[in-house]
């Protein structure tokens, strides 16, 4: 098995070895960090790479037994197929290879060899011309006429044909290689789905999106989806039986297995695509959410956080430079109220009270009134504040849930959402985390592809980067605890009420005070937790506490000129543990969101109607999809820049140069491309 996941992921078998027993033991997180010498480095993807590889192969022995202990039983397994179920290493394979024996419902096939028709089979494929004075010999109770006896051949010609393995592959190669996927609309209204009324395209070159798009279009019942294929792969396919094709049973019994085996081969192969599809998505999303959960935090920033509406008014929650809510309030500056008096009234005593110095303005409904107020409000008073518009996808979700009733018992939902959209400003990951990732708006059909294997991929990808970043043991909320190396919901709800109750952690080794966490987990989790005033100036760090003695005799040293390779003889240290000591020491407690562009703050007004054709300007990607990228340019409308005219890498929060190539003033459309 080590050797299998070796060659499939290209790395030393004693790499990979050394892996499987260590994360028995470990999670993911503390191994790729603090063992890195036994692994020769590996990193969380590589780790869980090997991890869902080992799971996988298990799975395959346990079905390989499963296989052979039925074909055992049936009597059916020769050398030959025994041999073949033992060297396959992929459950798809696998399947296929037990199909043809698969215990099923009895088949019309089943019935007629029962009833000694396959005799006559025999009979008939090796000599066609003589078989029909042959008919007479094998009437039974249930084929008492040649009719019956006929369709009992034809029935055995089908199953035979759709069951050779060699057949299925053939036929399945050919349709992706040569096979259209065809849609025609059901409807004769305007839909979604229009892009794909008379649509054509051959399998091979289908994008995953697409197939997204269509599956949801044929759920909903509007679009008709076909697989076809030219009828000479067909009589391809036929020749390969090496069968009579003037024979008229014989043509007849090809002719039904075809379209069962099309049809089988149909239904696998649209799952294929889906799977394919559905993989890519996951991919893109994950990559999102990572490049968004490390969007960088604007510290220092007092602030104004303002939940747009109409009819309801904008709803205000003031916070101080740690996310901590001070007061709330309602301002009604947007039609069909209009009371700007009021409002910049309002707006003013808090910009003042609490010396704010950032205005964050989700990007809903009326989020362009709210802007233009706060822009004329700032111009007209000469006020030292900046403003910028935070994404409010889920913090509706995030203002009902369990979990912020929890923080804020005696607040309003709308009050929530205000202080959700500001916090994500000054912390972005400890406020994501509490926001189910699919309403996060950074995916692509989030909502066709399998949700369970969905929820992994995102769960692992906040893990990963809740690990990278670190978490600040004293401010940390239990839903961002909780992603933390070997910390569960409920370990991390106690290191809350444990901090509630005794005050802040001035050491890590306090961790083992409180109940059910015990040496195993300290160990797991004390090195990606940060303590940034602390009794020992390494706990803000990312050095493990067991790493302290070997940090204490390397601080003393001139950290730019160590001979690694002799330090780590003398201290008996690993040189990839070595290395990460120097760093750390170098730069305690950095955090790598330092590196990424700061989000761009705002003290003008741009509106829609200020747009035109060829006008340059700044902007920062938002989402990033397979058919192109999302731009907020600070408008409530978002640039769409089209894959084809992304000719660079993205991210997710980079800082770009644009410029305006298309405008839909009807749809408000804005397309644009780098410069």
Known sequence: MEKLISKKMNLENWQVKNAILLLKENTIHFVAR????????????????????????????????????????????????????????????????????????????????????????????????????????????????????????????????????????????????????????????????????????KIKNLKEYSVLSINRGEKENILKVQIVLDDKFKNEIFKLTKL????????????????????????????????????????????????????????????????????????????????????????????????????????????????????????????????????NTIKKFNLDVKYIFANEAGASVYSVSKLAMEEFPDLDPTIRSAISIGRRVQDPLSEFVKIDPKSLGVGQYQHDVNQKKLEEELNNVTKDVVNMVGVNLNTASAKLLEYVSGITPSLAKKIVKYREKHGKFIERKQLLNIEGLGEKTFEQCAGFLRIIDGKNPLEKSRIHPEQYEIANKIISLNLDNIDIEKLSKELNVGILTLKDIINELKNPGLDPRESIPKPKLFDDILTFEDLRIGLRLQGKVTNITDFGAFIDIGLKESAFLYKKLITRELNINDIVDIEIIDLDQQLRHIKVKLI
Request: proline share 3%; with cysteine.
């Open 34 to 201: 603090y063992r890195k010498d036994q692994t020769g480095g590996l990193n969380e993807e590589q780790l869980r790479g090997i991890q869902n590889l080992f799971h996988y192969y298990e799975k395959v022995e346990k079905e390989k037994k499963k296989i052979l202990k039925a074909l055992e039983k049936e009597n059916k397994l020769t050398m030959e197929l025994k041999k073949k179920i033992e060297n396959s290493y992929d459950l798809d394979e696998l399947e296929q290879i037990y199909l043809p024996y698969k215990k099923k419902k009895k088949s019309k096939a089943d019935i007629a060899i029962e009833n000694g028709l396959l005799e006559l089979y025999n009979k008939l494929i090796n000599n066609p011309e003589n078989f029909e004075k042959e008919i007479p010999k094998y009437f039974s109770k249930t084929f008492d006429t040649r009719d019956k006896v006929i369709e009992g051949l034809i029935n055995i010609i089908a199953q035979n044909f759709s069951h050779d393995e060699n057949i299925r592959k053939r036929l399945e190669f050919l349709i992706f290689e040569y096979g259209y996927l065809k849609c025609t609309k059901k409807v004769d209204y305007k839909t979604k789905y229009d892009a794909y009324e008379n649509f054509s395209q």
């Open 244 to 375: 009579d094709l003037k024979n008229e049973v014989i043509l007849k019994g090809l002719e039904l297995g075809w379209r069962k085996l099309f049809d089988s081969i149909k239904k696998r192969i649209r799952n294929q695509l889906t799977q394919k599809a559905e993989n890519r998505a996951i991919v893109i999303f994950s990559k999102n959410l990572k490049q968004l959960l490390l969007t960088p935090p604007l510290k220092d920033k007092r602030i104004l956080a303002i939940d747009p509406g109409n009819k309801t008014g904008c709803k205000i929650a003031v916070l101080d430079e740690n996310g901590k809510f001070l007061e709330k309030a309602i301002i009604f500056p947007t039609p069909p109220h209009n009371d700007i008096e009021n409002s910049e009234k309002i707006v003013i005593e808090l910009i003042k009270k609490f010396e704010l110095n950032l205005i964050v303005i989700g990007n809903g409904t009326a989020s362009r009134e709210t802007q233009k107020f706060i822009v």
